[in-house]
C-alpha cells in the first residue's frame, strides 16, 4: 500500500493523510511549546534566587552580574552555533540533547558553593539553553504555512511567558520552604518531565512520518533543500541579510529590557522595596503574565488586520513600549504598585514584537532551514543585549548604592534603539528591499 506522502504526489492529500497531518501538527505544536516553555525552569531559577545566593556566597551585585554574564555569553555564542549547526542535526536531536545538558547543569547547581563552581555551569546551561528558540522555532516552520503563523506563533509564542511565569513561581514557593537548592532542583526535574513527553510527540517535518510537507494554500510546492531535506536554500541576498541583521538590532534592545526585568526585579523588589524573598519573586511575574496578552494580540492583529506585516504591528506597539519605559523612568522607585504595574505594561508592549519577529518574522525568511539559521543569528544578536545589561545594569546598582535611576534610563534608551531599527525595515518595506 502507498505510503500517504506518495498518494499525496499523485492524487493530493488523502482524507486519512490529512487527518493524520493534523494530529501531528498539534503534537509538534504541543511538543515543542512545552519543550521551550519547559528550558525556562533551568534558566529562571538563579534569577530569582540571586538575592538569597548572594548572601550565602557572599557575593555582591556586580559579581552576581558576572555569573549571569558569563551565562549569557555563553547563549550568544551558542546561539550563533546553533543557527549554523541546528539545519544539519536537526531540531529533534539539538533539542534533546540541549534538554539534557541543562537539566545536568540544573542538578549541579543545587550542590554548588563557590562563585567558581556556578561561573562553569553557567557556561555549560548557557551553551545549552541556546539550542532551544532556533530549533523549535525552525520546527514549527516545518508544519505551518506562511499565511497561518501570525496566528499560530502567537499562541505559540506564550511558551516563553507561561514558562517563565510558572518557572518563577515554583522557584519561589521552593526557595522559601526549602532554600535555593531545591529551587534549581525542582526545575531539574520538571524539565526531565517535559524531555519524555518530547521525545515520543515530536518529529522534524511530516516527511519524517510519511506524510505530505505542509504548503501554503497560495503556493504551489515548497523547495528543497539539498543538505537538510527540510526547507529552500540558505544562500540569502544582500537584502534577506539586512532584513535579519535590523531585526537583531530590534532584538537587542527587546532582549536588554527582557533580561533586564528578569534577572534583576526580583532582587530590586527585595532589596529597594524590602519584600520578602519569595514575594519579590511572585510580583516580578507580572511581567510575563501581561506579556502572555501582548504576544496572543500581537500575532492575531499580525494576520487579521496587518495581513503579515509583522514590521508595522511590531512597530506600533514598541511606541507603546518606549512610552512604557518613559514612564519607568519618571515613577522611578516610587511605590510597589506603581513599579508592578509599569513592569506589566512594559511586558504587554515588548512581547507581542519579541515573539512575533524572532517566530513568524524568522520563519518568513524561508522554509525550516532558513528558518532555523535566521531564529539563531536574529537570537543571537538580540542575546549580546542581554549580556551587556547584566554587566551594566549589575555595576551601575553597585556603583551607584542602589539608585534606579540610571538603569531605567537605559530602558528606555534600549526601547528607543528597537524603535529606530523597526523604523528602518519599514522604510525598507516602502522600497521593495525587504517584505516582512
Not at 509564542?157 to 510558572?166: D, E, I, P, S
Not at 523547495?223 to 527540510?230: I, Q, R
Not at 519584600?275 to 502572555?292: H, P, R
Amino acid at each position: 500500500m502507498p505510503s500517504p506522502a506518495a498518494l499525496a504526489a499523485t492524487n493530493g492529500p488523502s482524507p486519512e493523510s490529512r487527518r493524520l497531518l493534523k494530529w501531528w501538527r498539534w503534537r509538534v505544536f504541543a511538543a515543542t511549546w512545552l519543550c521551550y516553555a519547559g528550558y525556562y525552569f533551568a534558566r529562571k531559577p538563579f534569577y530569582i534566587v540571586k538575592a538569597d545566593l548572594g548572601q550565602s556566597l557572599q557575593l555582591d551585585a556586580t559579581l552576581l552580574g558576572v555569573l549571569g554574564s558569563a551565562y549569557l555569553i555563553a547563549y550568544t555564542v551558542g546561539q550563533f552555533t546553533a543557527g549554523a549547526v541546528g539545519p544539519r542535526l536537526g531540531a529533534r536531536l539539538m533539542l534533546l540533547l540541549g534538554m539534557g545538558v541543562s537539566i545536568g547543569a540544573a542538578v549541579g547547581f543545587g550542590f554548588g558553593h563557590s562563585f567558581a563552581w556556578f561561573l562553569v555551569l553557567m557556561i555549560l546551561n548557557g551553551l545549552a539553553q541556546a539550542t532551544g528558540w532556533s530549533s523549535t522555532v525552525g520546527n514549527m516552520a516545518a508544519w505551518f504555512h506562511r499565511g497561518e503563523r501570525g496566528t499560530v506563533m502567537g499562541v505559540w509564542a506564550t511558551n516563553f511567558q507561561v514558562g517563565g511565569v510558572l518557572a518563577s513561581g515554583l522557584a519561589s514557593w521552593t526557595l522559601a520552604r526549602w532554600g535555593f537548592r531545591y529551587a534549581f532542583f525542582s526545575g531539574a526535574l520538571v524539565l526531565l518531565g517535559v524531555l519524555v513527553f518530547f521525545f515520543f510527540n515530536q518529529a522534524n517535518k511530516p516527511e519524517d512520518k510519511g506524510l505530505p510537507p505542509v504548503v501554503d494554500p497560495s503556493e504551489q510546492a515548497p523547495a528543497t533543500d539539498s543538505a537538510t531535506g527540510s526547507g529552500e536554500s540558505v544562500r540569502w541576498s544582500k537584502d534577506v541579510w539586512w532584513t535579519v541583521l535590523l531585526i537583531g538590532g530590534t532584538y537587542f534592545g527587546l532582549k536588554f529590557i527582557r533580561y533586564a526585568i528578569w534577572s534583576w526585579a526580583p532582587y530590586v523588589l527585595s532589596n529597594n522595596f524590602g519584600l520578602a524573598k519569595d514575594d519579590a519573586g511572585y510580583v516580578s511575574t507580572i511581567f510575563d503574565v501581561a506579556g502572555v496578552a501582548g504576544v496572543i494580540i500581537t500575532g492575531w492583529l499580525s494576520d487579521r488586520f496587518f495581513h503579515g506585516r509583522r514590521a508595522l504591528v511590531s512597530f506600533l506597539m514598541v511606541l507603546g513600549l518606549v512610552a512604557a519605559t518613559l514612564g519607568m523612568v519618571t515613577i522611578g522607585s516610587g511605590s510597589v504598585t506603581a513599579f508592578a504595574i509599569s513592569m506589566a505594561l512594559t511586558g504587554f508592549c515588548l512581547y507581542g514584537p519579541d515573539a512575533l519577529l524572532t517566530g513568524a518574522g524568522a520563519q518568513d525568511i524561508g522554509n525550516q532551514a532558513s528558518a532555523i539559521r535566521a531564529a539563531g543569528i536574529i537570537s543571537g544578536l538580540g542575546s549580546a543585549g542581554s549580556v551587556v545589561q547584566e554587566l551594566a545594569i549589575g555595576k551601575s546598582y553597585t556603583d551607584s548604592g542602589g539608585d534606579m535611576g540610571p538603569i531605567l534610563a537605559m530602558l528606555f534608551g534600549s526601547s528607543l534603539l528597537a524603535a529606530a531599527c523597526l523604523a528602518v525595515i519599514l522604510v525598507r518595506n516602502r522600497r521593495g528591499n525587504s517584505d516582512l
